[in-house]
């Protein structure tokens, strides 16, 4: 940026008319540059960007030795200042490991024309790795495989297989599609749009935020399934964040309960429950017994978003004998709008194929408008939109 120059009172207008006009130059060509660089950048990216960079880093980690199970991906997503940041978790067989896919990396964020960074303050972590795309960026913890990752169930990957490695399914199949929408609360910008959406479409708001009650309210207002998103301790906290009534596997037993009752009473309209985050806690069969105690003593139910592959939610649920089922595709953990289609017709696929299906999406401009868009068409796709409520059991 040019520096501003002090003004000058004198009365040789001349002059000052002249510094005005170099004022004027320079914030033109700096314009000029900006534009030209912005566009060029973006150029190069759509060049190589017909895959999404987090499926080249799935690549990557699996070509070094770590197993599908041990990549966490977007755990969580967050949206700071208009960027997606997405964090993966790997687990890698060895340090040897941990340093060829740093060095494999480095070299994948250059061919998007991307920045790779290692803060200062991360350097402590086994390998915490930053890398800024064009309007997204991951926050990748490399880590080396230990007595953790024995206790992460070998299932086969969560991640759907490929559109082109499926059958076709007979015109004829049909079936029930939940849509939950996470992470409601925080602001008011985008309810009137979310409320605008079909009314199967469900909104889960996280509590004690500026805007709990009343988001909750004007979804239940306008005809839509209400849920509470119960935060819970992700792997990673506290640095993680999961947001204020946080379910922690540090807490006792008391404190445990009185957290759940007070997220329970703070979102007013609320159907069921489901997880914020919890790749930790959900994995503590414990913990999650008192949690599902208490909603259980609500009659209300309980989906289990799945943020790791080794959670027990849904049979600690199913032990206290409340309905509750489990999240199948996530919508928007790829934030650009092409992503969203994508798993969008990776839900409806699922839904027909298997008869039902859950998705959860984010309260995010981008996923809104793809479902306004869609919202027309899902009969003619095949599948019936259903609250989420209707599909656990
Ligand atoms: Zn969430």
């Not at 940026?1 to 130059?25: D, F, G, N, W, Y």
């Not at 609360?185 to 079909?198: I, T």
């Not at 069921?272 to 503590?284: K, Y």
């Not at 868009?373 to 656990?392: D, M, Y």
Request: proline share 7%.
């Amino acid at each position: 940026m040019p520096q501003r120059r002090k003004k000058s009172r004198s009365k040789q207008t001349p002059q000052l008319r002249a510094l005005a006009l170099l004022a004027c130059l320079i914030v033109i060509a700096g314009a000029v540059w900006y534009f030209a660089r912005d566009r060029g950048a973006a150029t190069a990216h759509h060049a190589v960007a017909r895959a999404d960079f987090g499926d080249r880093l799935r690549t990557l980690a699996g070509r070094r030795g770590a197993r599908p199970a041990e990549i966490d991906a977007d755990d969580p997503i967050r949206r700071v200042g208009g960027v997606f940041v997405r964090t993966w978790k790997i687990s890698l067989p060895d340090q040897e490991a941990v340093r060829l896919l740093r060095g494999d990396l480095k070299a994948e964020t250059a061919t998007w024309q991307g920045r790779l960074s290692t803060p200062p303050r991360w350097e402590s972590d086994d390998g915490r790795i930053r890398v800024d795309l064009e309007g997204e960026a991951f926050d990748i913890h490399l880590r080396v495989a230990g007595g953790k990752a024995a206790s992460v169930p070998t299932k086969p990957p969560t991640a759907p297989p490929r559109p082109t490695e499926r059958p076709t399914l007979p015109a004829s199949a049909h079936g029930r599609l939940a849509i939950l929408l996470d992470d409601a609360g925080q602001n008011r910008e985008l309810v009137p749009e979310a409320a605008a959406l079909p009314e199967a479409i469900a909104v889960a708001v996280l509590p004690f935020l500026p805007h709990s009650v009343d988001t909750a309210a004007e979804l239940h207002r306008t005809g839509h399934e209400v849920w509470l998103h119960l935060p819970m301790e992700p792997r990673g906290y506290p640095k993680e964040n999961p947001g204020p009534g946080a379910i922690l596997v540090s807490m006792p037993e008391r404190e445990v309960r009185t957290t759940v009752r007070s997220a329970l009473n703070n979102v007013p309209f609320i159907v069921g429950v489901n997880n914020h985050m919890g790749s930790l806690a959900t994995e503590n069969l414990r913990t999650m017994t008192w949690v599902m105690q208490e909603i259980a003593g609500r009659g209300l139910k309980f989906l289990d978003s799945r943020t790791t592959a080794g959670t027990v939610a849904e049979e600690a649920a199913r032990a206290q004998g409340i309905p509750t089922g489990r999240r199948n595709v996530f919508l928007d953990n790829d934030g650009h709008a092409n992503a969203i289609e994508r798993q969008l017709d990776e839900a409806i696929y699922l839904a027909r194929r298997d008869g039902s299906a859950i998705a959860i999406g984010h309260m995010h401009a981008r996923t809104l408008r793809v479902l306004e868009r869609e919202a027309e068409r899902f009969s003619a796709r095949g599948v019936t939109l259903v609250p989420p409520s209707k599909l656990l059991h």
